[in-house]
């Protein structure tokens, strides 16, 4: 079993649509949690980090779920900019180490 | 300020050939990584240094070295190449003062192994 898992997509949206991303990790040890966005042939950066009360930044919404340990990030009013593939990013096993999903990616249409 | 820097961009390699993967950045940051990234796999670590002179093994080391001598540049070496070496090669650097752990990656080196 993958440390850190999400659904690969691709989600295909229209633009003002809202969609919602999953993830799973599996070390309940689990520290600090993130997501990424990675644009095609580009490098990853820091989209948000997730608090375990949860967390908003203007559309975006983060969750997490410790007991079911489970993260997710929702999209509202979603942009032909958004298109990219998201990443979940866990911190566990001391500060160095990030394991990153596998990503999700997402493609807004007109 | 440059941020993290990767060259070249693009190589393509004969099997057994050896080369180095450059990574300088200008943060002064302490912790400085290299990953790996794969279709369907997601990034996976190398090997990370917290310091000039040191470093230490990531998830996946086997047929890379690296070293640290100073806190700007982080070359990562492949030492005979093989075709399962065929990817997309991150480096990246994080503040350790900071409590975000943000990490701030190049813009990759896409490497191919023939």
């Known amino acids: 079993r993958k440390e850190v898992e999400q659904d690969p997509g691709p989600f295909n949206v229209p633009e003002g649509a809202t969609v919602a991303f999953n993830c799973t990790y599996s070390?309940?040890?689990?520290?600090?949690f993130f997501w990424y966005r990675q644009d095609c042939r580009k490098e990853p950066k820091l989209l948000m980090s997730?608090?375990?009360s949860g967390n908003e930044d203007g559309r975006f919404t983060a969750q997490l779920n410790r007991a079911s340990q489970y993260i997710s990030l929702l999209i509202r009013d979603s942009k032909l900019s958004d298109s990219a593939t998201y990443l979940c990013?866990?911190?566990?096993?001391?500060?160095?180490?990030?394991?990153f999903g596998a990503g999700t990616r997402l493609a807004v249409h007109p | 300020n440059a941020g993290v820097t990767q060259t070249p961009k693009f190589q393509v390699l004969k099997t057994g050939q050896s080369m180095t993967l450059q990574c300088a950045q200008d943060?002064?940051?302490?912790?400085m990584s290299w990953y790996r990234q794969d279709p369907g796999m997601g990034l996976r670590l190398i090997h990370y240094?917290?310091?000039?002179?040191?470093?230490d093994q990531g998830e996946v080391p086997n047929g890379y070295n690296v070293s640290r001598s100073t806190t700007e540049d982080f070359p990562l070496r492949l030492l005979s190449a093989a075709p399962s070496q065929t990817s997309v090669y991150f480096c990246?650097?994080?503040?350790?003062?900071?409590?975000?752990?943000?990490?701030?990656f190049g813009p990759g080196t896409r490497l191919t192994v023939t």
């Open positions: 990246a650097s994080r503040d350790t003062t900071s409590k975000s752990y943000e990490q701030y």
């Open positions: 070390n309940s040890a689990s520290q600090s």
């Open positions: 997730v608090y375990s």
């Open positions: 990013v866990v911190r566990a096993g001391g500060y160095n180490k990030l394991i």
């Open positions: 943060m002064n940051h302490e912790y």
């Open positions: 240094s917290v310091g000039a002179g040191i470093t």
